[in-house]
């Protein structure tokens, strides 16, 4: 069974072989790679990260330690193993992300996992109802791909939305505090995404964050509001928040801002229901057909999701050569 799990991270090796620097190569032949029997370390020399777990539990335990030094790092770790379940993570964890440039989360592959517990005596994570925070909740790290709830809101307090925090998360609706700033990129790489509130205290969105969500996405905000012309500038229906007191009689609200009702099909990059609403961006002056998505027609993430599984095959494949 192992066998065949490090010879299926081979295969993304070689497919994300031609987007690796060269360096991160030699680096990784610098470092001490060992294996356990369920484990793929790194000896860091005071410590010891994970990148990669080929056991068969289905709820998985970290340790705390292996051969006598903390494990300190979670470096892509369950790429390799897909049917996990839950995750315990100990006290002495510090750092969880990519082996390079430090990508998303190590729960990126885990597409069935429903929870992820954290240690009360850990300093830098926390968890709520199975979600990873950082310790002082000012970051949601990771919404478990696996949990079936259709809506989730983001507590108040949370800054900042990690980067591939909902990968491919079933949730079809998301409420954001107006206490974020910014959205990391491919914040919600190929979730389920329908519906999602902007406060306008969001100036920063990161690269496909929406990517692969289904085209009837609609984004809720406020009126010249930076979620509003993020949008626009990517072809996703807008509805303003700011109309949600006034009269919805078409009558009263600005043509230049509200779509009439029409026999006409509207395409998927329209506003879904315009009996829902008075206003809407993406149908402004009838462009939106011809605007120009930075994001949503760009797969930036596509080949990139590999890194982690690579770079835990890279450890794994000079490990063997040296023996």
Same mark, same amino acid.
């Given at each position: 069974?192992?066998?065949?799990?490090?010879?299926?991270?081979? %295969?993304?090796?070689?497919?994300? $072989?031609?987007?690796?620097? *060269?360096?991160?190569?030699?680096?990784?032949?610098?470092?001490?790679?060992?294996?356990?029997?369920?484990?793929?370390?790194?000896?860091?020399?005071?410590?010891?990260?994970?990148? &990669?777990?080929? !056991?068969?539990?289905?709820?998985?335990?970290?340790?705390?330690?292996?051969?006598?030094?903390?494990?300190?790092?979670?470096?892509?770790?369950?790429?390799?193993?897909?049917?996990?379940?839950?995750?315990?993570?100990?006290?002495?964890?510090?750092?969880?992300? &990519?082996?390079? /440039?430090?990508?998303?989360?190590? +729960?990126?592959?885990?597409?069935? /996992?429903?929870?992820?517990? %954290?240690?009360?005596?850990?300093?830098?994570?926390?968890? %709520?109802?199975?979600? /990873?925070?950082?310790?002082?909740?000012?970051? /949601?790290?990771?919404?478990?791909?696996?949990? =079936?709830?259709?809506?989730?809101?983001? @507590?108040? &307090?949370?800054?900042?939305? !990690?980067? !591939?925090?909902?990968?491919?998360?079933?949730?079809?609706?998301?409420?954001?505090?107006? =206490?974020?700033?910014?959205?990391?990129?491919?914040?919600?790489?190929?979730? *389920?995404?329908?519906?999602?509130?902007?406060?306008?205290?969001?100036?920063?969105?990161?690269?496909?964050?929406?990517?692969?969500? @289904?085209?009837?996405?609609?984004?809720? &905000?406020?009126?010249?509001? +930076?979620?509003?012309? #993020?949008?626009?500038?990517?072809? #996703?229906?807008?509805?303003?928040?700011?109309?949600?007191?006034?009269?919805?009689?078409?009558?009263?609200?600005?043509?230049?801002?509200?779509?009439? $009702?029409?026999?006409?099909? =509207?395409?998927?990059?329209?506003? $879904?229901?315009?009996?829902?609403?008075?206003?809407?961006?993406?149908?402004?002056?009838?462009?939106? *057909?011809?605007? =120009?998505?930075?994001?949503?027609?760009? @797969?930036? !993430?596509?080949?990139?999701?590999?890194? @982690?599984?690579? +770079?835990?095959?890279?450890?794994?494949?000079?490990?063997?050569?040296?023996?």
């Amino acid at each position: 069974m192992k066998f065949k799990k490090l010879m299926a991270c081979a %295969v993304s090796l070689a497919v994300a $072989a031609v987007v690796i620097p *060269q360096t991160a190569f030699a680096e990784a032949e610098d470092d001490h790679y060992f294996e356990t029997d369920e484990w793929g370390c790194i000896d860091l020399g005071d410590s010891i990260a994970l990148l &990669g777990y080929s !056991g068969e539990d289905v709820n998985v335990v970290i340790p705390e330690e292996i051969n006598g030094k903390k494990v300190t790092d979670l470096w892509g770790t369950f790429m390799m193993d897909g049917d996990i379940e839950t995750v315990y993570v100990p006290a002495s964890i510090e750092f969880m992300g &990519g082996m390079a /440039l430090e990508y998303s989360h190590p +729960f990126y592959g885990a597409e069935k /996992l429903v929870s992820i517990t %954290v240690d009360e005596k850990n300093e830098n994570f926390k968890s %709520v109802d199975g979600v /990873l925070f950082s310790k002082d909740m000012s970051e /949601l790290c990771v919404y478990p791909a696996g949990k =079936t709830n259709a809506s989730y809101e983001i @507590p108040d &307090g949370v800054e900042g939305i !990690g980067k !591939g925090a909902f990968y491919r998360s079933k949730l079809t609706s998301v409420t954001i505090p107006d =206490t974020v700033t910014e959205i990391g990129g491919e914040a919600f790489y190929f979730s *389920q995404l329908t519906s999602v509130t902007i406060p306008d205290s969001v100036t920063e969105i990161g690269d496909s964050a929406f990517y692969g969500c @289904p085209d009837d996405l609609t984004i809720y &905000g406020y009126k010249n509001s +930076f979620a509003e012309a #993020y949008a626009k500038d990517n072809n #996703y229906n807008f509805v303003a928040l700011d109309n949600e007191d006034e009269d919805n009689d078409p009558a009263n609200s600005d043509d230049t801002t509200a779509p009439e $009702a029409s026999d006409e099909s =509207t395409s998927s990059d329209e506003i $879904a229901d315009p009996a829902e609403t008075t206003t809407s961006t993406n149908a402004e002056n009838g462009n939106t *057909q011809n605007s =120009t998505s930075t994001d949503k027609n760009e @797969p930036t !993430g596509v080949v990139l999701a590999l890194l @982690p599984a690579a +770079f835990a095959a890279a450890g794994v494949i000079i490990s063997r050569k040296r023996k």
